[in-house]
């Protein structure tokens, strides 16, 4: 029996491209030795991007769209798409021809012969980026590296064909702020990574603002790491030290010569100080607090208002 693949790409605004990614896609995949199906997840799209999917369904019958009822974010739309798919292998792609169909083949030899359990894709170069963004993603790499236990490789990218087993696996963890690069790594199997050269967007802008990049890698970091917790503690066992040693200078200073400290502005400095250093370790420990909030409210990921098939 022929082994089904799951397409499964989140598109946010996507009308210029979506038209080319199909075209380019099936060019591929009707080569391919499986059966295919297509799973769009429209994010809450501003424009015609669910008209083309409609159009696309009607004529493709492996076709099958999703759409959002307002933008719940690309974490919500990998996470329905793979909550939808019925193939034994799931492929995640973007919409913008960044995510190369012609891997697809490669890929699928990989998982098939050559034994590995999932393959994965990481940009070779961040060429075409602007160098500010380049910089403060390696930054957050290799912070987030040294940070977690989750294995989280730099310029990795969504790009990836998953067994059965492996989406199971992601599906079971349900969590409501989602960082999928970490849950990849965190759930392991044996991984070929291939690399390849990055490519521009075929049309359309990017969806990524630096201020939401900024706010996804804290994501990464507080909910793959509890280090920020354990640093803030190690600042208070710090300060507790300083204090100490600092009382008993003073103490010493005016028994053995008499000698009062003075001055109102050093004091004033101290306390700032200490109140800014107090404030930014209850801000710390407030992320994770809002995360947990939010984790107990089990709110869905997502809304379905429209779709072609019936949901899982
Ligand atoms: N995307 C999405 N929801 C969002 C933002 C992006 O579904 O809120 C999709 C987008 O349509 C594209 C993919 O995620 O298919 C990657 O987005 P983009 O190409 O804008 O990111 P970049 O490649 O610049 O990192
Ligand atoms: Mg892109």
Same mark, same amino acid.
């Given at each position: ?31 391919? $030795? ?12 501003? $424009? ?11 004529? $493709?019958?492996? !076709?099958?769209?999703?759409?959002? =009822? ?21 492929? &995640?792609?973007?919409?913008? /021809? ?16 050559? *034994? ?35 294995? &989280? ?7 990836? /064909?998953?067994?059965?087993? /492996? ?12 960082? #999928?690069? *970490?849950?990849?790594?965190? !759930?392991?199997?044996?991984?070929? %990574?291939?690399?390849? +050269?990055? !490519?521009?967007?075929?049309? @359309? ?19 793959? =790491? =509890?280090?920020?917790?354990?640093? #803030?503690? %190690? &600042? ?9 040693? @600092?009382? &008993?200078?003073?103490? !010493? ?9 003075? @001055?109102?502005? #050093? ?18 420990? @407030?992320?994770?607090?809002?995360? /947990? ?17 019936? +949901?899982?």
């Amino acid at each position: 029996m022929r082994d089904k693949i799951s397409l499964i790409v989140p598109c946010y605004n996507e009308q210029e491209v979506l038209p080319i990614f199909y075209e380019e896609t099936i060019k591929v995949i009707d080569k391919m $030795d499986a059966d295919f199906e297509f799973i769009f997840v429209d994010d809450g799209s501003k $424009d015609n991007t669910i008209l083309i999917m409609r159009e696309l369904a009607a004529k $493709d019958e492996r !076709v099958n769209y999703y759409s959002f =009822s307002r933008n719940f974010g690309k974490e919500a739309a990998m996470y329905a798409g793979l909550c939808n798919a019925t193939g034994d292998w799931c492929v &995640i792609m973007d919409s913008d /021809m960044q995510d190369p169909p012609s891997l697809l083949p490669e890929m699928y030899h990989a998982v098939k012969h050559e *034994g590995y359990d999932t393959v994965a894709t990481c940009r070779e170069t961040r060429a075409g980026e602007p160098p500010i963004r380049s910089f403060f993603a390696r930054k957050f790499y290799k912070l987030i590296n040294k940070i977690s236990d989750s294995d &989280i490789k730099d310029g990795a990218r969504d790009f990836r /064909m998953m067994p059965r087993k /492996m989406v199971d696996s992601i599906i079971a963890m349900g969590e409501y702020n989602r960082f #999928s690069k *970490g849950i990849f790594g965190w !759930v392991g199997f044996k991984t070929k %990574w291939i690399p390849y +050269e990055n !490519v521009e967007r075929a049309a @359309g802008t990017t969806k990524w603002s630096f201020w939401k990049l900024f706010k996804y890698s804290l994501d990464g970091i507080v909910n793959f =790491s =509890s280090a920020p917790l354990h640093i #803030s503690s %190690w &600042i208070g066992i710090i300060f507790c030290i300083i204090s100490v040693i @600092g009382t &008993i200078f003073f103490f !010493v200073r005016r028994l053995a010569f008499g000698d009062p400290v003075t @001055g109102w502005a #050093s004091t004033a400095c101290l306390i700032t100080f200490i109140g800014g250093v107090q404030l930014f370790c209850i801000g710390v420990l @407030g992320q994770y607090l809002a995360r /947990m909030y939010l984790e107990t409210k089990n709110r869905p990921q997502y809304i379905i208002r429209e779709s072609n098939r019936k +949901e899982k």
